[in-house]
């Protein structure tokens, strides 16, 4: 194997979820600069969910015209918007527009939703080309999709996002107006002084512009580099490179390649008996269907459902505890693809039985959300300890049931990653879509404030 094509397809996976991911972590200092505020994260949720049209247009295009579509140039399309977005995103993100009476931040939830159209078309793109290349590097791939949130946290960490300090303060009224003075000590007040950014949101902005540049780059010479090229050749799914006898050879040992084969869905693989054509022949009906509902499950659990109450979950137990448990949980995602390039366990229980450990520990997180701002142990360090395991193990379980999964599919041909993108799409939107109104409308989960909650020992 190349090393250079396994560099090339993680950084070429670094560019699939890196805008959007970035978007969420820049968020403490985007909101107090821009009129919606904290609604900003409500509004996101809803433009991503919309920006599914992307993934269900070209899902829609391999079931009625299989073998027509090439990913290639929707790549080549998606990565460029990706490229301009984030670019244009650092110089207007700011820029408002009077609605109605009121200002709102138009420049900024447009490009958010290009940024979502780009993302989440990358699910159904992004896959089915890496059938071109040794199953091997579908994991380095894999591992490239989790640096994608990885290394985004990591620079925000280093810019110093939501960093809090408490401090006493006293509170004087003079002439209706309350003053703090930060200097004087003993009051028993205490307020949450956020840390200014070691460098601009504007900064952080060309940063992902430039992230989504590697991946272009990381792209052509996945297309063009003489070094891929061989690796390409060795695989009898890519066909588009072998001479016409070459083709007919790859051709006798596959029944029909990927691209030749029509499209089927999960539940119409589920009606056909014995075994779907759609799958060789390795899996029956009813393994087909469960690999997709697991699949779905956990993209539902690790991509919406707990992401959106991360927040309820760590932060009664310090600041330190929330930034450590996202940085921590952001790491074990690629550790997980390494561990499943090395150990590829493909057995349907051991599957079955991670996915049941890793939603064990989520309904322990979801537990201490519901819990805050007084969840268990609260003041003690094993809280702490208790709650960052808690996230590891979780994200480090499902990641390589994804990663498994993912392995799977590939070796059952090209529409079956095509169906592995759009349910991990389905799977995430009903995750987003089941806890939008018990976060944003019902408000089932309340936060604490960082320097002043007070809970029973």
């Known amino acids: 194997m190349s090393l250079l094509t396994h560099v090339l397809a993680c950084l070429f996976g670094m560019g ?60 080549y399309c998606i990565v460029g918007l990706g490229v301009i977005a984030t670019f244009l995103l650092a110089f207007f993100w700011k820029h408002t527009v009077a ?18 159209v780009v993302d989440c078309t990358s699910s159904v ?14 994991t380095t791939y894999f591992a490239g999709e989790g640096l994608s949130g990885l290394v985004p946290a990591v620079v925000a960490l280093i810019q110093g996002v939501g960093v809090v300090h408490c401090q006493n303060v006293t509170l004087v009224n003079v002439a209706n107006e309350t003053l703090v003075n930060a200097t004087m000590l003993g009051s028993g007040e205490l307020k949450a002084i ?62 029909q390649t990927p691209e030749q084969k029509p499209m089927i869905s ?9 075994r779907s054509s759609f799958w060789m022949g390795t899996y029956s009906s009813l393994e087909v269907l469960f690999i997709f509902i697991v699949l779905a499950w956990v993209n539902a659990l690790t991509n919406a459902v707990l992401p959106s109450i991360q ?25 997980a693809c390494l561990i499943a390039m090395f150990v590829p366990i493909r057995s349907l229980f051991f599957m079955g039985f991670l996915t049941m450990f890793g939603t064990g520990f989520g309904a322990y997180i979801m537990a201490m959300a519901s819990l805050s701002p007084c969840p268990l142990l609260v003041h003690s360090p094993s809280g702490t300890v208790v709650i960052v395991l808690a996230w590891i193990l979780f994200v480090l ?61």
Not at 99 to 116: A, T
Not at 125 to 138: A, C, D, E, G, S
Not at 417 to 425: E, F, K, N, P, T
Request: overall charge neutral.
């Open 194 to 255: 956020y840390q200014p950014a070691k460098f601009s949101a504007q900064v952080f902005f060309v940063f992902l512009s430039v992230m989504m540049v590697v991946c272009m780059v990381a792209f052509i010479l996945l297309n063009y580099h003489p070094a891929v090229a061989r690796e390409r050749k060795n695989d009898l799914y890519f066909s588009g490179d072998l001479v016409p006898e070459k083709r007919e050879q790859g051709l006798s040992l596959h029944a």
């Open 311 to 335: 927040s309820y979950s760590c932060l009664p137990y310090g600041n330190k505890a929330y930034h450590l448990a996202a940085t921590m949980a952001a790491v074990a995602n690629p550790v």
């Open 397 to 457: 379980s499902l990641s390589y049931v994804k990663v498994i999964i993912g392995v799977i599919l590939r070796d059952e041909g090209h529409s079956a990653l095509v169906w592995c993108g759009a349910v991990v799409q389905l799977g995430s939107m009903i995750g987003a879509l089941s806890m939008f109104p018990l976060v944003s409308v019902y408000g089932l989960f309340k936060s604490g404030d960082a320097c002043n909650t007070k809970c029973p020992m």
């Open 16 to 75: 699939s979820w890196v805008a959007i991911n970035g978007m969420w972590v820049e968020l403490p200092l985007v909101v107090p600069e821009i009129p919606e505020g904290w609604f900003l994260p409500s509004y996101l949720t809803v433009l991503i969910q919309m920006a599914n049209i992307g993934p269900l247009f070209i899902t829609l295009m391999h079931h009625f015209r299989p073998g027509t579509l090439d990913e290639r140039p929707v790549i």
């Open 125 to 138: 793109t992004f896959l089915p080309f890496m059938m071109r290349l040794r199953p091997q590097y579908l």
């Open 266 to 274: 999960p539940l119409e693989a589920v009606r056909r008996e014995p």
């Open 99 to 116: 609605i109605g009476g009121s200002f709102h931040s138009v420049p900024l939830l447009v490009l958010s939703f290009l940024l979502s």
